[in-house]
């Protein structure tokens, strides 16, 4: 693609976006302006619903369509969610960085939308640099008058404030997020009611992901028509992969929606360090079913529906490619004790389901496992599935469930050998 | 009433309230859905995952919304595709829902399995072993084998103190959140809650002290496993060693339901009382005690009881039979010629005080309630609040108004149960709160809660209440009042919501007033309850915070306050009779030459000053009944053997009946009973078999249900009845005359305040209380102490008639300017009501 629409839209190879006067040279904020001026609520909601936009926090859910479920009570809230915790999710943190006013002006796009009055910019606690850096951008909009009471002479006003979590994978789900704003131990609540019923405080809420929102002022300046040319039909427009793993070029890519894996890997990419042959591939962090690098899975769109079609989730797009040296196994353990940590520990089968699976994977990689391990390991993954309170639960069973049923050697491989390495256990 | 939702699980047709959940629906047709997180009281939360099964709703045809139907002509179903935690869904109309399924089994032994991979298993040591629901539903639900590594277990602090009444055992939790939840939706005290995460996640406390909140031993009959203990039954017994007998709280005037667990204890040699349970009842306490009544019972088994008659002989006291006292008493009784004046305590039960009134009147004596400080009993008889009432379920329809009491100091239940009216927080169908209105002087903690809150000047209780009287009835005839509510916003306000309500209960205390005081402010709360026609009935009426357990059935035996100091009510006295009273130590003196005759538990002041001390039997030990604040008259049993040659004290009083040839002794506490319904007005019917009676409660407790509502008692004892007030029968109560009192000035009025932990004779014999005690103290507002240059923790002289007494001070912003709050029973200096004062800093 030769126009990169999130990461540096308006200037294309050029640096300084990041600063609001090149941002508004560049045409930066009219369509804030538009809509706060021209259009009601329900103009923008309609808008983004016939963009066909789809939530890039992983569930592709339609925004507009969310946007347009606030229930009827005041005040409502939006908020970003830029909690950005999935391993090898990095596209957030870049919007922010490089090209910071095109989400801000997105977040407010969207309360204007919501007919809210605060937003919320929530993000992980290693962002507190870059934290540092938006509230002064959002003490600038202040001063140009685009935050703050009566803006641009109309009835609406807006404050933008930041919220730090304090390391938790969970908190990006969007009610323990909510939880975590109101000060509380950051776990999910029960769904329903959903946020857009009950969310922070009880009120009506929008909770959408900092790159999802980087897409709304480009609708609102260029129109839904053009926004569905980009990319296919119930996928459309731009999205970032974030490329990791044993790429020779990691990092994130900008394509429209649809681009294939294998265009991704070996065109953009450059395909395997030390061109070696991949093995598999995470579409989505760890939270996801491995996929095996078969051609089919290689010529599958990244598209919503075509990931799922392959037996996995383009989820948040963070692919991370393992090569042929890598033991699914190990592999398995780590996202496990990522979960396992991450676990918020509010549900029964996931908090003690993790614990379990990372003792048996433990045991496994260590060589000290018997025949009988693999299987039990197997087992307890799916007597967590479909058991939890929330996501992350069927999550930690992805990658182990899947790499027991495409790479069942490189389990119990270190029975046979009953040597392996020796891997430090946890608490 | 919400409408019924009728719905299929198994092969049952259940119908039931709409938003009834599926777990709730289930059991009313004993289909026992486990679960560990949920709570029939709390709301639901969905995390431990025990209760999932499979729900359907009927398909329905898009066009027309009918139901569609199969060949069969049966509705067509869509399942859902993942299991649902029954705990969470509410039911539908059509709904269908299977139990039994081999994939529930599974996922309930799948989630047992989970539990079980972190547990320690400890249960030969575990206070809970034997009535644990981790422990029953695994028998039931779970798999025989283990297939987690023993090794691989995680270990973690088995006592961890959250403050020093309650601890935990970290390796037991099973994080369900219950105590947290507890504490958060039905206490509205959040000193609990979780830290850290995953396998981590750990119930800590942060308050000061550790678990600060007068209901904490409520948390460990709902916590499913072993991890909250109390420090009073800790490694204690085991639940099946224990006898169970029914009883009542005689703490204060709400008269929680409970059990007293016995057992024989090698180390003290005799039969112990290991642990008071609530038992429910769902109208008086539900399935909940608080801390005083359940860690209170100390006193009972304290080791300073009488157990011996005891007479004074040429200065010297010594042991004496029954066959050789009771004469002796009769003999200076008969010789008295009716100038005997009998003293009876509040906390004495019914029994007592009837067949005590009994005897004196039988003399031709009279009679005084003891302390009887708090006016008013005539009129709960009249216009008391309507039987069947339960104060928590009231709703928008019903105003509650507060007035002159500290309700969570004084009648802990019955402010958790009108802050359940007033936040409906917790499990409750019904979300509209009924509206609250808290008059006091100062702050109090049920003001959180209010709709209104009113504040007025100590003094001006009755004419504040006067005022809205006046509001409401317009003209105003009769009421002289120094306040006028018709331009005060503020009441003119509440006065319409009166007139607004459906119905309306007053709550009436006694802060700040004296018995003539407390009864002007009774009559004019009853004349508010009348002028605005909300006496009679369910929801409405009159309810009086008693300073003790029985003084409604004080008034009710006949036995009323005198109005006048006890040397006034004794003087001229030949004999002066007490029973469980005792004024001497409460400063008051009794005539030099009268022969004075005490039943008793322990050597008080009065009793070292008696002649002839009979010792009494604690409640512990026998029969009896007592009647709490709502008329509710409430039989308890002999939990323990007799102490000694221990009386219980209505068989002294109806010997000496007898002896005196002025009656016949009964057979029995029953007897008595029957002796009381045949005499007292509106006890008649009542008797120890219909005291007995019960009816089915909700929700399910004890036993085999402990796994649903918790360890609270299944109430197979009686649930009691409540007498009928004079309104309920008919009758046209007439608004009385009110006096409002007048109020003495001086540089700072002294006010007694009442506390739940106070350092009285029953709370002091119970150890495990005394870090809750406070020291002595005054407390009064920041600009008087700023103006007396006086600070928080400041020693001061409080000079009261003429007398200086040394205090240490608090300051807030509670106390109006000019009081001194001055919490009664302390062990400090004796105020037995409202009094001036100045303040002098004591240098240190
Ligand atoms: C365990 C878990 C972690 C999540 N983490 C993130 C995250 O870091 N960032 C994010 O935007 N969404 C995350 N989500 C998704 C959010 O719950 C939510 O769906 C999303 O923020 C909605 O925004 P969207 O509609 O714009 O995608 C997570 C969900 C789960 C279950
Ligand atoms: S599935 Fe895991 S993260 Fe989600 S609520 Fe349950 S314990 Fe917490
Ligand atoms: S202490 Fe008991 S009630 Fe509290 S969370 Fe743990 S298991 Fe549940
Ligand atoms: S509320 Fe009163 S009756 Fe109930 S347990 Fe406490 S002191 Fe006893
Ligand atoms: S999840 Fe329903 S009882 Fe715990």
Known sequence: MSEFLLLRHRNIGEEGIAELDEYLRLGGFQAFRKVVTQMSPQQVIDLVKASGLRGRGGAGFPTGIKWSFLSDRFPRYVVANSDESEPGTFKDR?????NPFQFLEGLMICAYASQAHVAYNYCRGEFWQLVDELQSKVIQLHDHGMLGDRIFGSEFSLQIHHHLGAGAYICGEESALLESIEGKLGQPRLKPPFPADRGLYQQPTVVNNTETLANVPLI????AEWYRSIGVEKSCGPKIMCLSGHAKNPGNYEVPLGTTFRELIFDLADGITGDKRLKAILPSGASAPILPATDVVLDTPLTYEDVSLVGSQLGSASIILLDETVDVSWAAMKTTRFFKHESCGKCTPC????????????????GQGDHEDANLLGEVAKQITGKCLCPLGDFSTSAVISGLELFHDDFTQHVRNGNGSTVELSE | MADQVTLKIDGDVVSVPAGTLIVDAAKSVSNDIPVFCYHPKLDPVGMCRMCLVEVGTPLRDRESGEPELDEHGDQKINWMPKLQTACTVPVSAGMRVRTATQQVTRARKDVVEFLLTSHPLDCPVCDKGGECPLQNLTMSHGSGESRYLFDEKIQLQKRVPLGELIFLDRERCIQCARCTRFQDELVGEPVIGFDKRGRALQIVTFSEPGFDSHFSGNTTDICPVGALTTA?????ARPWEMQHTPSICPHCTVGCNTHLNTRRSGMVGGTVIKRVMPRQNEKVNEIWLCDKGRFGHHFAGSSDRLTVPLVRKDGRTIEQSWEHVLPLVAAKLAAADGEVAGIAGERLSNEDLFCFQTLVEGLGGRTMQWPGRMGGGDLVQQVGVGAGTDLAQLGAETVILVVASDLAEEAPLWWFKVRQAATKAGA?????PA????ANARDTKLDRYANHIVRYSYGDEVQTVQALTHAISGDGAGIETGIDAQHNPLLSEVARAIEAAENMIIIYGSEGLDFSGSGALAQACANLLIASGHVGGVGNGLLPVWPSNNTQGAWDMGVRPAGMSVSEFTSGAKVVLLAGADPVGDGESLPEDAFVVISELFKTDTASRADVVLPAQAFVEREGSYTSGDRRVQRFYPALPALGDAMPDWNIFVRLTALLGLGTVPAGAGAVMRQIAADVPRYD??????????EEQWPHVGGRDSYYGGTAFENSAGLGLQTPTLAEMGHQVQPGNVEPPSVESGEFLVVPITLLYDRGSMLLRSKI??????????????VDAERAGVGAGDRVALRVNGHDWEMATRVSTSPPEGVILFPRSLAGPLLPRTMVASLRKLES
Do not use: C
């Open chain 1, 351 to 366: 908090r003690e389901g993790t614990y379990w699976m990372d003792r048996l994977l433990h045991r496994i990689n260590n």
């Open chain 1, 94 to 98: 870049e919007i922010m960085e490089r």
């Open chain 1, 220 to 223: 609102i300046e260029r129109g």
């Open chain 2, 428 to 432: 409750t169908l019904n979300k509209h």
């Open chain 2, 435 to 438: 509206s609250l209105v808290v």
């Open chain 2, 232 to 236: 009073d039954f800790r490694f204690g």
């Open chain 2, 685 to 694: 019917g009542i008797s120890y078999e219909r005291l007995a009676d019960v």
């Open chain 2, 769 to 782: 209380m005394h870090q809750r005690l406070p020291e002595p103290y005054i407390e009064l507002n920041v």
